[in-house]
């Protein structure tokens, strides 16, 4: 809620102050973090999100960014869970993906409205602690502390994503980029996030 509060400040406060009108260029890097709300196994947590992105302006209305995304790293207990086992004592999910993503653009003398279309290759590396010598199905056995073991799984999934934003121009080469976005992929995963970042032109 605090980062809402603060992404909608900035945003008032730069359509009110006149900026430099960014440069026009082909290639950009965009760096970002936030807050994401991830939906995994039918339980929901809020994390800290990155990500990394390189961009291509193909046109005056259209542009394509490939990246990196840092979507969370949670960790779990029973109490945030509902397994049939009992034994589950810990849970934690670390959930990266790489993206392409097609940047449509409207461009005014505060800077660039933009929406995005995109694909994610989704990847949830899950670890949990269990009261067994046996890991769940085909889960890897990572270590053992007396009559616990530490099991992995590793789940590779595609998604979509859409979001809309606005890079504010601040001077020649850098924009602020503020966006929210939506992720949807298989196994009922979703997840909604909210960024603020730096673009810079070359």
């Known amino acids: 809620m605090k980062l809402i509060f603060v992404s909608l400040t900035i945003v008032l406060l730069a359509a009110f102050i006149p900026l430099s009108q960014a440069k026009q260029s082909t290639v950009y890097v965009v760096a970002g973090a936030g807050y994401a709300t991830n939906n995994i196994n039918n339980y ?26 840092g979507l969370g790293d949670s960790g779990l207990n029973n109490n945030q869970l509902a397994v049939d086992n009992a034994n589950f004592e ?10 392409l993503s097609a940047l ?3 461009r005014n003398q505060h800077g660039e409205l933009f929406y995005r279309v995109g694909v994610m290759q989704v990847n949830a590396q899950r670890t949990y602690a269990l009261d067994d010598t046996i ?35 601040m001077t020649d080469l850098t924009q602020l980029r503020v966006e929210i976005e939506h992720i949807q992929g298989q196994d009922d995963y979703s997840a909604q996030a909210l960024l603020l970042g730096l673009r810079v032109n070359f």
């Open 44 to 69: 929901q947590h809020d994390e800290v999100t990155f990500k990394l992105n390189v961009g291509y302006v193909l046109s005056k209305q259209w542009s394509v960014e490939i990246g990196y995304n």
């Open 104 to 106: 449509g653009r409207a």
């Open 135 to 169: 890991c769940e199905g085909n889960d890897a056995l990572i270590a053992t502390f007396s009559t616990t073991s530490v099991c992995q799984s590793d789940n590779d999934q595609i998604a979509g994503v859409i979001g809309l934003g606005f890079d504010f121009n």
């Open 90 to 99: 810990t849970n934690d999910y670390n959930i990266t993906a790489f993206r």
